[in-house]
């Protein structure tokens, strides 16, 4: 069946370092991708999606290109912030959208 | 409000309760989502809605787990005779249209199972 592997955290870093969460997924068809954020306390909010291949999605400094032939979905983002502390995860759906896989989420913590 | 709203936030229940959990979508929302979150892991999904008809529920993990929107709009997932396992956060989401697209989550219900 459909699944996301994500990178296992916890990811600590310094600010202004640079970010890679990596994202791979395993599907039949063509899924659309997305990354969702959970900050402390708070509900999980979108943060970036791609629908297609060699779709690049954006937000907030972070980035992910869908790539169908290594099926991934990284996520970078050249310079964090404290500010981007917070629970990353990957998440797709199937063409039909009626369900949706998440990973198991990575926890970065970004230090001053 | 704007988002989406689950209540209670915070429930706990003997072993062998029943519960019931809402989820007030974004108001014109055609998908509802429920999904299951254990501590430290991402979110498992449950069931769908499209309006009033469920047309999934492949990820209910037993007879136990019941889920309606009667309407379209308000859904409730009831949990009969909880056991301790079934200790979680549960999550609600909305989205727009049919077929795949940004879900808006709800803050969730914390469910404890003494």
């Known amino acids: 069946g459909d699944s996301v592997t994500q990178m296992e955290g916890p990811v600590t870093l310094s600010e202004e370092a640079f970010l890679t969460i990596n994202c791979t997924y395993t599907?039949?068809?063509?899924?659309?991708l997305f990354w969702y954020v959970q900050y402390p306390g708070e509900g999980l909010q979108l943060l970036l999606k791609?629908?297609?291949?060699?779709d690049k999605g954006s937000n907030k400094g972070f980035e992910a290109t869908y790539r169908k032939e290594t099926t991934s979905f990284h996520l970078e983002k050249g310079s964090v912030q404290v500010s981007d502390s917070a629970v990353y995860f990957c998440a797709l759906s199937d063409r039909s959208g009626n369900q949706f896989y998440f990973g198991t989420g990575t926890s970065l913590t970004v230090i001053p | 409000g704007a988002g989406v709203s689950q209540s209670p936030r915070y429930k706990v229940a003997k072993r062998g309760q029943d519960v019931a959990l809402r989820c007030d979508p974004i108001?014109?929302?055609?998908?509802l989502f429920w999904y299951q979150q254990a501590l430290g892991q991402g979110p498992e999904f449950l069931t769908y809605?499209?309006?009033?008809?469920?047309?999934?529920k492949s990820g209910l993990p037993s007879d136990r787990f019941f889920a309606e929107r009667p309407e379209g709009s308000v859904s409730t997932l009831k949990i009969q005779r909880t056991q301790q396992e079934d200790s979680a956060v549960y999550l609600c989401?909305?989205?727009?249209?049919?077929?795949?697209?940004?879900?808006?989550f709800g803050p969730g219900t914390r469910l404890t199972v003494l």
């Open positions: 989401a909305s989205s727009l249209p049919a077929g795949p697209d940004t879900q808006y």
């Open positions: 108001s014109g929302h055609v998908s």
């Open positions: 791609a629908t297609k291949a060699d």
């Open positions: 599907a039949t068809g063509y899924p659309s």
């Open positions: 809605f499209q309006n009033e008809a469920q047309l999934d």
